[in-house]
């Protein structure tokens, strides 16, 4: 199911929190929202579910115009990134909730909520109260609930936000492994742009409620259309009067580079290795390399060292 | 040199803390003893004709005869007045604090939903029965709804003129029980129940409804205590001795005879019968609570 | 919410509380005044309702403090410390409230009147209880106890300990972190407790009215001086009149609280 946005405008007072977007988003494909805070993503997702209506522009459901169709008919799932769970309710009640207003049959509904259970691997859990599970697992059963009306399009709003970091890696994988599995249109909304990075096909990026680039995320990455963007999707910093990525630069002997200095600070992280470098006209810039090249090439504070880009060669 | 603090200073502030928490809390024991807990005492021993008997020296009370005159008791609270009083404020209790919750869920609602001119003055209006002094509401209420009435209605001596005093007096207990709980609502709960089909009705009973349920009958069981104690308000409108005498009135007119015996046993009976109202809905309420939390 | 729906909820609601409320507030003021304003101040100047409002002051002025100090108390103790039968103590506070204040003045007279348990060794000391000013107090001091501590408690449990912690570990003694740490961050609910306190305390009229016997001049409250001029003598607007009285009080009181209500959610978004 595809969506099309056309022109969508939203005033709260006298912002406009989204400010005329337009953006077509693929059948089947999971889409990456992503922008800084007060970019307007979270809100244009409410405007896709219908929980907010534009003052502007349309949207487009695979050819269907909802958007003065109240959340209730439009066929949407979603995710809120504090889960919403009905506190009240059981896991399968949750899970089940869409289906009994939609008065199915106990046994259809049973029977969808035991096979979405064990989708989102929760079966032994179905009698627990969401006070007694964890956030993660939380989460699952919301996008578990969502699933269950087997909607057209399937809308997270920064689903993964309020967890810890291992967990919002493990989920990031499995929500990646269950789209794969299901095909479901998928918009998500993020700040993350690691999250956005590894599991999106195709990435739309906001600021100050307009739409900046979009296209696949590597292609965002490495061309960049805006110094916002090259900043917000990876780390950049300067180098001869440009912004490049600090892994494209290199360090060698003093004689090999196009720039001289000293090293200042390393900081190891992991895998990963952070170089400090103050060159000779005044101005510092970073390095990023692996730590086997670190220790290869001997590196310690104070040290003078030649800076180049990768790939370039002295001739 | 290093300034280390020596041990003495810290002494004093060490033992300070349960020298003060100990002496007030013997201050404070004290003080209720004096004011409820004595009383109390005092009161249902002589409702059930508590009597104590010392063999031998009286602190030796493994050697103390304790009896309990149910007898008296019983006979007190059987009275064919008290028996009609007693049930009379009960049934009055149950519909009031019922009618209440209901209306409770919806004032509170539109105070925590709705925008409107003159919110500010329904908001103020619903604390004012529980500030104004009972004898006032009672003065105002048979004035307004009794015999010399200006919207013409009679309610003097009625059970309708009761309930009115007591919906006025309950009202703001069923309402503030309630009312921020509903405005502490998670917003995205009732949009989750949105995108998954539900409509406005459906989402407040299946989704509203059972978060606010132990505010509800927390507030149920506050009102209801209140209204069957209620004396104030209804004395007047209550005029003589009848079909209108509530169980507060009967005891106050037992007091009035010199009667206190019987006195202690009707109020014996009463108290129990609120204890037990407050324990249970306080149970149910929590055990809500702990499944929604 | 659909428009119609709201509308009509909206006016069942403004129905329902307008008549159970609004129409006895007005009716109230209407006929306090029905017989000019000279006849309203001729009635609330009278010897006996001055002195029954003096007396009602006089009861509140001792009431008010105690239960406030009790309550402040008593709160400290409940959210900052445990000890065996801390629950015991919680329940101990909401029984006055939970009872019909006729069966609080029963009790008071069958504990320390003479027909009572103390009555006759309090009389050898000069100390009566029945048809006194000080049974009345005792029997205002039961009815109006837990409204500060009720309103304490549930401010000392939100704001934690954290900063009583940190001011320990900046060298404060426990005394002065009561008094510098403790006491200001609860000053808007003290304030609430104390208004509603002083509320209960100028209301009451069924404790009281049992205690004191009703006596003219000396034993009577501003309550039980309203309730006399309708019941015994059936003077209606000195009935009236005195019932304005206390229902000004009251609103003052109603003003107040509405005041601190606003303050108290504009503390509490500051610090959100």
């Known amino acids: ?315 | 040199m290093s300034p280390a603090p020596s041990s003495w200073r810290r002494w004093p502030s060490r033992l300070s803390l349960p020298l003060l928490a100990g002496g007030g809390g013997a201050l404070i024991v004290s003080y209720l003893s004096l004011i409820v807990l004595i009383p109390i005492a005092a009161l249902v021993s002589h409702g059930l004709s508590v009597s104590v008997r010392t063999n031998g020296t009286g602190l030796e009370f493994w050697r103390w005869h304790v009896s309990i005159g149910l007898g008296a008791f019983w006979r007190a609270v059987t009275a064919v007045g008290a028996r009609k009083a007693i049930w009379l404020s009960l049934w009055l209790s149950l519909s009031v604090a019922s009618i209440n919750a209901v209306m409770g869920v919806a004032i509170a609602w539109v105070l925590v939903r709705d925008r409107f001119i003159g919110k500010g003055l329904l908001e103020a209006s619903i604390d004012l029965p529980f500030a104004l002094p009972t004898i006032v509401a009672g003065v105002v209420l048979l004035a307004l709804y009794g015999a010399d009435s200006p919207i013409h209605v009679d309610l003097f001596e009625t059970w309708m003129g009761l309930m009115m005093a007591l919906l006025f007096v309950t009202l703001p207990f069923s309402v503030r029980a309630v009312q921020p709980v509903l405005a502490s609502l998670d917003p995205e709960i009732e949009a989750a129940a949105r995108t998954l089909g539900a409509g406005g009705v459906r989402t407040f009973f299946l989704v509203v409804l059972p978060s606010l349920w132990p505010a509800v009958l927390g507030g149920f069981g506050l009102a209801f205590a209140r209204a069957i104690g209620e004396f104030g308000s209804i004395s007047l409108i209550a005029g003589g001795i009848g079909r209108t005498t509530t169980a507060s009135n009967y005891v106050y007119n037992l007091t009035q005879g010199f009667l206190w015996n019987d006195a202690a046993s009707v109020s014996t009976a009463l108290l129990l019968i609120s204890l037990f109202v407050l324990i249970s809905t306080g149970v149910w309420s929590r055990k809500y609570q702990r499944r929604t939390l | ?272």
Not at chain 3, 118 to 130: E, M, Q, S, Y
Not at chain 3, 190 to 203: H, S
Request: proline share 4%; glycine share 8%.
């Open chain 1, 1 to 315: 199911m595809s969506i099309s946005l056309k022109h969508l405008t939203k005033h709260y007072n006298t912002t406009a929190a989204v400010d005329d977007v337009s953006a077509e988003i693929a059948h089947g494909s999971l889409t990456a929202v992503l922008g800084p805070s007060g970019s307007g993503k979270s809100t244009l997702l409410k405007l896709i579910s219908g929980l907010e209506s534009p003052d502007e522009g349309t949207v487009v459901i695979d050819g269907d115009d909802v958007t003065k169709l109240d959340p209730r008919y439009r066929d949407i799932g979603f995710c809120f990134q504090h889960y919403a769970p009905f506190r009240h309710m059981n896991v399968a009640k949750n899970v089940g909730f869409g289906l009994k207003v939609r008065k199915r049959s106990a046994k259809e509904i049973d029977a969808r909520v035991r096979e979405l259970l064990a989708l989102v691997k929760l079966e032994h859990k179905a009698k627990s109260y969401p006070a007694q599970l964890s956030g993660g697992e939380r989460q699952r059963m919301a996008l578990a609930r969502a699933l269950a009306i087997e909607p057209r399009v399937l809308l997270l709003d920064e689903p993964f936000g309020a967890l810890d970091a291992v967990v919002r890696a493990e989920l990031r994988v499995w929500l990646k492994e269950l789209h794969t599995q299901l095909q479901v249109t998928t918009v998500l909304v993020t700040h993350d742009q690691q999250e956005a990075m590894e599991v999106a096909d195709q990435l739309i990026v906001m600021r100050s409620g307009r739409v900046v680039q979009s296209g696949h995320p590597l292609a965002l990455y490495e061309r960049p259309s805006s110094s916002f963007v090259h900043e917000f999707l990876g780390p950049t910093t300067i180098f001869a009067g440009e912004v490049i990525r600090p892994h494209d630069l290199e360090l060698v002997s003093i004689y090999e580079g196009t720039h001289k200095g000293r090293i200042t600070r390393i900081v190891l992280l992991g895998f990963e290795a952070h170089v400090t470098v103050e060159l000779s006209e005044g101005t510092t810039t970073w390095i990023q390399l692996s730590r086997n090249e670190l220790s290869k090439l001997g590196l310690r504070v104070a040290l003078l060292v030649g800076v180049r880009r990768r790939g370039d060669l002295d001739d």
């Open chain 3, 1 to 272: 919410m659909k428009n119609s729906r709201r509308w009509a909820l909206r006016g069942v609601v403004l129905l329902y509380v307008g008549v159970l409320v609004g129409l006895p507030v007005l009716f109230l003021v209407l006929k306090a005044f029905s017989h000019g304003l000279g006849a309203f101040f001729a009635e609330i100047t009278r010897p006996e309702a001055l002195s029954a409002l003096k007396l009602s002051l006089e009861v509140a002025a001792v009431a008010v403090p105690v239960n406030t100090v009790i309550g402040v108390g008593a709160a400290i103790l409940v959210t900052r410390h445990h000890f065996a039968g801390k629950r015991f103590l919680d329940t101990i506070f909401d029984v006055p409230v939970a009872i019909s204040p006729v069966i609080i003045g029963v009790a008071l007279v069958l504990a320390y009147s003479r027909i009572g348990w103390f009555g006759a060794p309090l009389a050898t000391w000069g100390i009566r209880v029945l048809f006194t000013p000080l049974g009345i107090a005792l029997a205002t001091m039961a009815v109006s106890l837990p409204y500060v501590l009720r309103s304490i408690v549930p401010v000392l449990l939100e704001i934690g300990t954290d900063q009583e912690q940190a001011a320990r570990t900046l060298g404060a003694g426990r005394l002065r972190v009561f008094w510098h740490v403790t006491l200001p961050s609860i000053r808007w609910a003290v304030m609430y407790g104390v208004t509603l306190t002083l509320a209960r305390t100028l209301g009451e009229f069924g404790a009281v009215l049992v205690v004191s016997g009703n006596i003219s001049g000396v034993t009577q409250t501003l309550p039980i001086y309203i309730f006399d001029s309708w019941d015994q003598r059936f003077d209606v607007l000195g009935s009236y009149a005195g019932a304005l009285v206390l229902a000004l009080m009251s609103t003052l009181v109603l003003a107040v609280l509405a005041l601190l209500r606003r303050r108290e959610r504009k503390l509490s978004v500051d610090l959100a």
